[in-house]
C-alpha cells in the first residue's frame, strides 16, 4: 500500500509539473491587445443620432459570418472623420434624412480575413446576394478584394441615408435565400434605406457611384449622399457610392489592428 502511494503521489507530481510547463508559457506570451491611439472616437460619442448597422458584426455581409476583429457592433473614427460625419449629420436632419453607418473603422485582422475568404474558391455561400455576376477567381484583379483597406486608418467609413422615421430593418437569418444585391428595391435585402440602385456591398458595376444606367430617385439619391459628405470634408471611392474617406487623413500611412471595441478605446485620460 505504501509503495502504491507512492507511486500515485509521484504521478500526481508529474501531472502536475507538466501542466505547470504547458500552461506557464501561453500565459506569459499572452500578449494584450492593442489599444486605439488617442484620436480615435466612438462615433456615438460625437453624434449620437447617427444609425448604425454595422454589417460585419453580424453574418450579414459577402463572407456569411462575423468577421475577425468585430468584437461589438460600434462605429470607431479618427476624430476629425467623426466630426465630419456630424456636420453632414446636422444638414440631413434638416431635410428629414439621417445617415447610417454600415462599416467604420476596420482592423487588419479583418482585412486579413476577407483575404483568406476569397483565396478559398469552394466558400461561396453568399454569392447569390453579393457578387452573382462576377466569378470568385476575379475578385483580387477586379478590386473588390485587397490585403490592405483605407478603412484600417481609421478615417474611411461605409454609410449610406435613411428617411426619418427611420423604420427597422429585418433581421437576417443565415440560410435564407439570397436575392441579388442589384436587384429592384422591393425585391432584394430589406435594408430601410433609400433606394441607391444597389445594397450595400454589392460586387458589380452597378454600384459605381456615377453608373450611367442608374438614373432617377436612384441617381439623385447618390447625388443626395455624395454632395452632402463631400461638403463636410470627405472624398468618395467612384466605386463604390457608399464608400468615403476624410481627407486630409491624420494617419494616411498607418493600417491598425486593434479591436472594434469599446475596450480598444478605454483608459483615456
Given amino acids: 500500500m505504501t509503495r502504491l502511494s507512492t507511486a500515485v503521489r509521484g504521478l500526481v507530481t508529474t501531472v502536475a509539473a507538466l501542466l505547470a510547463v504547458t500552461t506557464a508559457p501561453a500565459a506569459a506570451q499572452a500578449a494584450p491587445e492593442p489599444k486605439a491611439p488617442e484620436d480615435f472616437v466612438a462615433l456615438r460619442s460625437v453624434d449620437p443620432t447617427i ?4 454589417r460585419y458584426a453580424t453574418p450579414h455581409n459577402f463572407v456569411g459570418e462575423r468577421i475577425d476583429g468585430y468584437r461589438q457592433p460600434l462605429c470607431i473614427l479618427t476624430r ?14 434638416h431635410q428629414g434624412y439621417s445617415l447610417k453607418v454600415y462599416d ?6 479583418a482585412v486579413d480575413h476577407f483575404v483568406r475568404w476569397a483565396e478559398d474558391l469552394d466558400d461561396q455561400r453568399m454569392k ?4 452573382p455576376n462576377v466569378d470568385k477567381t476575379r475578385l483580387f484583379d477586379d478590386g473588390y478584394i485587397a ?6 486608418r481609421g478615417s474611411t467609413m461605409d454609410l449610406t441615408i435613411v428617411k426619418l422615421p427611420a423604420k427597422p430593418t429585418r433581421p ?5 435565400p439570397l436575392v441579388p444585391c442589384f436587384a429592384p428595391q422591393d425585391q432584394r435585402f430589406p435594408d430601410n434605406s433609400v433606394d441607391m440602385g444597389t445594397g450595400f456591398d454589392c460586387f ?33 471611392l467612384p466605386e463604390e457610392w457608399w464608400h468615403f474617406t476624410y481627407k486630409p487623413e491624420p494617419h494616411p500611412d498607418t493600417y491598425f489592428d486593434f479591436p472594434v471595441s469599446a475596450k480598444s478605446l478605454s483608459g483615456r485620460h
Avoid: W
Fill in 51 to 54: 444609425i448604425q448597422e454595422m
Fill in 80 to 93: 476629425p472623420a467623426a466630426q465630419a460625419l456630424h456636420r453632414a449629420q446636422s444638414r440631413l436632419l
Fill in 104 to 109: 467604420c473603422y476596420r482592423p487588419q485582422r
Fill in 128 to 131: 447569390a446576394e453579393f457578387y
Fill in 147 to 152: 490585403e490592405k483597406s483605407g478603412h484600417s
Fill in 172 to 176: 437576417y437569418h443565415p440560410g435564407q
Fill in 204 to 236: 458589380d458595376t452597378l454600384s459605381h457611384t456615377l453608373d450611367p444606367r442608374v438614373q432617377g430617385a436612384q441617381r439623385a439619391n447618390r447625388l443626395l449622399l455624395k454632395n452632402t459628405l463631400e461638403e463636410a470634408g470627405l472624398v468618395n
